[in-house]
């Protein structure tokens, strides 16, 4: 999964709860995403990065927020977690913005009960 | 919303055989990739088109585009077992999308032994 990782890989948490997944990468990329996977909705941008401190929102941000204080960080943070952010959480990496491919991690599955 | 939709939805073929996979998209796009994904796993990408290209080639991977019909189409010539997977097409439309890609819902293919 080229030098990407995500932890937890999976996680439980109640309505109401903040939660933070963490996003590592051991290949100095610039850019950094946050998606989600829902059946029937495909893949979501969350939110991206492309560079440290330097965030942008993408399609589906309403409710998280992220951090990027180094270049092999990149966090998500579901504020006050909700039953419908129960999701496949995917991180990937890029050299640059275009026109080259992204990296993913192998996913956290969260659960809000 | 979905940049790319792919066409069918679900395929299921005997090993050996060839498989396509359709893709549409609605707005000019920089390039379109094509990415697999295996049960429980994340993201790979396989190949990179670019708008001036109309034919690349895989290994056993050809894809195609028109660009004037808005559509790309992902062959597995000679499938395997292994290629079983759910298939994602995601455009890049350049400056007008800050350079973020856009995936479709995939097509899942089943290759029978």
């Known amino acids: 999964d080229a030098g990407i990782t995500q932890s937890p890989r999976h996680k439980v948490t109640e309505t109401g709860t903040p939660v933070t997944l963490r996003c590592h990468q051991t290949e100095n990329h610039r850019y950094m995403y946050w998606y989600r996977q829902d059946p029937g909705h495909g893949l979501r941008l969350i939110h991206y990065s492309y560079g440290v401190k330097d965030t942008d929102k993408g399609e589906v941000s309403d409710g998280y927020s992220v951090s990027r204080s180094k270049t092999e960080d990149f966090l998500l943070t579901l504020e006050s977690a909700t039953s419908s952010q129960t999701s496949v959480y995917f991180c990937?990496?890029?050299?640059?913005?275009?026109?080259?491919?992204?990296?993913f991690g192998p996913g956290t599955r969260l659960t809000v009960t | 919303s979905q940049q790319g939709e792919e066409d069918p939805q679900a395929l299921s073929i005997q090993e050996g055989e060839n498989a396509t996979m359709n893709c549409s998209y609605k707005t000019s796009i920089n390039n379109l990739q094509w990415y697999r994904q295996n049960s429980g796993r994340g993201l790979v990408h396989l190949i990179l088109i670019r708008s001036n290209e109309r034919e690349k080639h895989s290994g056993r991977l050809r894809v195609t585009l028109d660009t004037s019909k808005k559509s790309s189409s992902l062959l597995i010539t000679a499938s395997r077992a292994a290629d079983t997977a759910s298939y994602f097409c995601?455009?890049?439309?350049?400056?007008?999308?800050?350079?973020?890609?856009?995936f479709g819902k995939g097509t899942l293919l089943t290759v029978n032994p």
């Open positions: 995601a455009t890049d439309a350049g400056v007008d999308s800050n350079y973020k890609l856009t």
């Open positions: 990937a990496i890029s050299e640059s913005a275009r026109p080259y491919e992204q990296y």
